[in-house]
Structure formats: C-alpha cells, structure tokens
C-alpha cells in the first residue's frame, strides 16, 4: 500500500457511495490477545477497490486522514466499479475488486493507528441488512437502538418464568458451543423458527437482536466480557459461496 489512489475528495462522490461507519484507530489496550481477535474475524471475506498493485481507492479524507472503502458485499463492490465505468472511465480501466479477509483490515488498521498519517477504514453495509436492522431494532424494543454501521443479527433467547436471562442462543462448532452473530438476517431466523418449533417454551421469549460490526470489534479490543470468547461470525450466502470458490482455486 505504498501509493493510495485519490478520487472521492477530488469529485465530491462519497456520499452514496460510502454509507458505513469508520473502523478507526480505537485500539489501544487489548481485552482479547490480538491472536483471538484476529482469528474470530479470518473467516469473513470483505472486499475493497484497488488498483493492480494493490493500493486502495480513496474515497475521502477526514481531519487529514484518508478513507478507503471496505465492501462487506462483493456484488456492491462490483457495483461502485461498474459506476466508476461511467463517471470516470480512465480510473475504472486501471481498479479492480479485491477480497481479503476482515482479520487483514483489523491487522492494518493496528498498523494505521500507530502513524499520524494513517489510512483508515470504512464499511459498507449491504443496504437490503441495513434496512431490515432497523426494523428488527424498532419493533422488538432493543434497548441499544442500531444507529447505523454494518448489522450482525443474533438470537437473543429471553427470559424464564422466573425472570432468569437465558442468554443468547448457542450452537455447537468444532465440538464448542459458540453464539452465532450473522451477517444475514435470513440466515438467523431460520434456525430461530427450528428452536422455536423444537423448543415451544423459546416460541414468545427468543427476538432477534442486531450489533454493529463495529461495536463488535471494539468490545473483543476493549471488554473483559468473558462471553466475547464464544463469538462466532457467520458470514452472508454470498461471502460463503466466495470461500469455497478460493479454496477451490487453491486446491
């Protein structure tokens, strides 16, 4: 990443284009080893614009600091270069789509809050999760409202009858019990509805809650929450069906 590509401050398109929250230089004391963190997000692909040596697009700048856009959908990133096609063509010709992991961008963002000039980074959400984030956090009266930032959904399981948190759901992998954070709403609620249909005393207690990407990331930084070890991100159909193309290719 030595030379970044400047384009967003120059044509004033950002807006549209960058609808996310910055993942900014908050690291400093660690709650989880950075080895944890950064193996709880290896599995999710993400996606940014570069050209072929690899030198992010920037999309804008903010107190002297470049933004480069990270797309959480590989379509939507294909999307804003096919865009480019028509607003500037000559750049579109010399970028492409690049996919790399979220512990990459946490790993560079580490790197970045250490110098004055540093890139940082910005999310974009998929707009059909961020739209049904904020339906999900207005009708089942979650006490921290989603405000914006990329949606992760989870299965909050309620209370008992004697008022007891039951906690959120948990789910075996690798032989552990994990709690589940999705990318993809969808993807919850059909196991919700399986709980639901096998566990009837779940059916009027279990809601869908939403947390942004980022105040994840910041609590496995910063929390000394032990329930931050059972984090598990399950990506979007999308990400999942990029993986096996790569491990294809690599096989």
Not at 4 to 30: C, D, P, Q, Y
Not at 82 to 98: D, G, I, M, S, Y
Not at 223 to 249: A, G
Request: no cysteine.
């Amino acid at each position: 990443m030595k030379s970044l590509m400047r384009w967003g401050s120059k044509l004033g398109i950002v807006g549209a284009a960058i609808a996310g929250s910055l993942f900014i230089n908050t690291l400093e004391l660690l709650a989880l080893p950075k080895e944890q963190v950064i193996e709880k997000l290896r599995n999710v692909p993400v996606f940014a614009i570069t050209d072929s040596q690899g030198s992010p697009l920037v999309v804008s700048e903010k107190d002297g600091k470049t933004i480069a856009g990270i797309f959480i959908s590989q379509t939507d990133a294909k999307k804003f270069v096919e865009n480019l096609k028509t607003n500037n063509p000559q750049l579109a010709k010399k970028v492409k789509v690049v996919g790399l992991s979220l512990a990459e961008v946490y790993n560079l963002s580490v790197e970045n809050a250490k110098k004055k000039d540093g890139l940082l980074f910005e999310f974009v959400p998929i707009k059909t999760q961020v739209e049904l984030a904020k339906k999900v956090s207005s009708s089942n009266n979650q006490a921290n409202k989603y405000k914006g930032g990329v949606p992760l959904f989870v299965a909050n399981l309620g209370k008992d009858k004697q008022g007891k948190d039951r906690g959120h759901l948990a789910l075996s992998h690798n032989n552990e019990k994990v709690i589940p954070f999705f990318f993809e709403k969808s993807e919850l609620q059909k196991i919700v509805e399986r709980v639901k249909k096998e566990n009837p005393e779940f059916a009027s207690t279990i809601k869908i809650e939403v947390v942004p990407l980022e105040n994840m990331i910041h609590q496995l930084d910063k929390s000394d929450d032990k329930t931050l070890n059972k984090i598990y991100l399950v990506p979007s159909k999308e990400s999942m069906q990029f993986l096996q193309q790569q491990t294809k290719q690599k096989q």
